[in-house]
C-alpha cells in the first residue's frame, strides 16, 4: 500500500516516540499544521499510533491526500509558514529569508565544524532524515520547523505585545544565542517593561564570541536592531522625572493586553522594575458600564482591544488605566512603569485598578461581584508589596477633587478593602 499523508491538528503539536506508546521515549514534537507521511509497515501497530519512521499519537491528525506516494508541493513553490497556534505567533516568510541570509544557507550535505552532518542552515541531519541536493524553498522549509522551538519559547516568556518584526527580530536573535540566554536577559527584562526603544541598543551588546568582539555579529545585531524597529507601531519609552498630566496629549503608549491569575500575577510583578517612574499610591475604580451583567464572561481579548481603540481613538488619551479586573482574572492594561490616565490631576502619581462592575446597584461583597473584589484585593496587594506602598495610602476615584464621577460606587468599603489588603498573604 502506498504511504499516507497527515496534517497535525492538535494546537500543541505532538510528541512523537520511539515507539508506539507512552512509556517509549519522547524524542521531539510534531508542530500545529505540520505534514508528516506515515509509511506502509509489516507487522501490527497498536491502535491510536501512528509510525512516521518513528511514532506519533494518532489523534489530531486529519488525514491529507491519501494513497500519494509523496506530500504534494505547494502550487505556487512557495514554502509554507505554519499558521500560528491561536494566541501565538510564528515567523513570517520575510523573517525566514532574514535569518536565512543571517545564517548562511548551504543547499548540499556537509559536516560542521564537530563533524556532524549538516544541510540548509545549519540543520542537523538526524536519523531518518536522508538528503543529498535541496533547493533554497526546501531549506526554507526546514528551517520553518528548526525554529520552532525558539518561537515556543518566546511565546512563552514575553508578555507584551509585538509587531510581527519584532517576533522575527526575536527569532533571529534565539535561534544565534539560545533560549536560556535570552531567558537571563536584561533584554527580556525590557521587553516585558514595555521598553520598546531600548531593545536595538540592548540587542548591541550582544557581540562577543569566545570572549571577542566579532565584526559578524556586531553587524548582525545593527541589522536585527533595524528589523525591530520596522513597521513598529508601538513604543512607549520610560517617561521623564516630573512629566506633567497627559490625557489628549503625546503619542499613545500601547497596551500589554495579557490576563494572570493572583498567582502568575505576582510571579508577572516580580520581574518587573520601577527604575523610570514611582507610583505613589494605587486608585480604585469601577466600569459601571459595562457592568457584571453586561459582561457574564468577565472581559475577553476583544473587550481589551476596543478599550484601547476607546481610549486612544475617541478620547484621543496617552493611556488608559493600568489593570482591568474582573471575576476570572486581572488583565494588565497600561505598562504598569509608566504612567496611565485614569484619574485627573493624579494621573502621574497613581497606579489605576478598574473593578467590572457598576457598584452603586451591583453586588460587592458576594456572587460575582465578591470575586470581582477577591482578584482586585490581590491585584493590589502584590503591587503594594512590590512597590512598597502603605495600602493606607489606597484612594477611591470619587476622593480626587477634580472628578464628577462617584466612583467606585457606596457598595465599595474603603476601610474594609485596605484591610483585606492589608491581611493578603500575611
Request: one cysteine or more.
Amino acid at each position: 500500500m502506498p504511504d499516507k499523508n497527515y496534517r497535525v491538528t492538535a494546537e500543541g503539536g505532538l510528541n512523537i516516540r520511539l515507539g508506539p506508546g507512552v512509556d517509549h521515549k519522547d524524542v521531539g514534537n510534531l508542530a500545529y499544521g505540520e505534514l508528516v507521511r506515515s509509511p506502509e509497515m509489516e507487522g501490527s501497530v497498536p491502535e491510536g499510533w501512528l509510525p512516521i519512521l518513528l511514532f506519533v499519537s494518532r489523534e489530531h491528525l486529519e488525514g491529507v491526500g491519501e494513497g500519494e506516494e509523496e506530500v504534494r508541493e505547494d502550487p505556487s513553490n512557495q514554502v509554507q509558514v505554519y499558521p500560528p497556534v491561536p494566541g501565538k505567533m510564528r515567523t513570517s516568510r520575510p523573517g525566514l529569508e532574514f535569518i536565512k541570509n543571517e545564517e548562511g544557507c548551504v543547499l548540499h550535505v556537509y559536516d560542521d565544524p564537530a563533524g556532524y552532518p549538516t544541510i540548509g542552515v545549519g540543520h542537523l541531519i538526524k536519523p531518518g532524515e536522508a538528503f543529498d541536493q535541496i533547493t533554497e524553498e526546501e531549506a526554507l522549509q526546514i528551517l520553518a520547523r528548526d525554529l520552532m522551538v525558539a518561537e515556543n519559547e518566546i511565546n512563552r516568556m514575553v508578555r507584551v505585545p509585538l509587531t510581527q518584526n519584532q517576533f522575527d527580530t526575536l527569532v533571529s536573535f534565539v535561534f544565534n544565542v539560545g533560549s536560556g540566554n535570552f531567558e537571563k536577559s536584561t533584554l527580556l527584562k525590557l521587553i516585558n517593561q514595555g521598553q520598546y526603544d531600548a531593545v536595538p541598543g540592548e540587542l548591541a551588546k550582544w557581540r562577543k564570541a569566545g570572549g571577542r568582539v566579532l565584526p559578524g555579529l556586531v553587524a548582525r545585531r545593527r541589522r536585527e536592531g533595524e528589523l525591530w524597529g520596522e513597521g513598529q507601531e508601538v513604543s512607549p519609552a520610560p517617561p521623564a522625572e516630573g512629566m506633567v498630566e497627559q490625557t489628549r496629549a503625546g503619542k499613545w503608549k500601547g497596551i500589554v493586553g495579557i490576563t494572570f491569575t493572583p498567582e502568575s500575577f505576582r510571579e508577572y510583578v516580580q520581574g518587573l522594575s520601577w527604575d523610570n517612574w514611582q507610583p505613589e499610591f494605587i486608585v480604585l475604580h469601577n466600569t459601571e458600564a459595562p457592568s457584571l451583567a453586561m459582561r457574564p464572561n468577565g472581559f475577553t481579548l476583544q473587550h481589551i482591544l476596543d478599550l484601547q481603540a476607546y481610549y486612544r481613538d475617541d478620547c484621543g488619551w496617552s493611556a488608559g488605566p493600568h489593570l482591568f479586573v474582573d471575576d476570572k482574572q486581572i488583565w494588565v492594561f497600561t505598562p504598569l512603569t509608566i504612567p496611565g490616565v485614569h484619574a485627573n490631576s493624579w494621573n502621574s502619581r497613581t497606579l489605576g485598578v478598574e473593578m467590572l462592575g457598576d457598584y452603586r446597584t451591583e453586588p460587592f461583597d458576594e456572587g460575582r461581584g465578591s470575586t470581582v473584589k477577591a482578584n482586585a484585593v490581590a491585584a493590589v496587594a502584590i503591587l503594594s508589596e512590590a512597590l512598597g506602598l502603605d495600602p493606607e495610602t489606597i484612594m477611591l476615584h470619587r476622593e480626587n477633587g477634580e472628578t464628577e464621577h462617584y466612583c467606585p460606587g457606596d457598595h465599595v468599603d474603603k476601610e474594609d478593602f485596605i484591610r483585606l489588603v492589608q491581611e493578603y498573604g500575611a
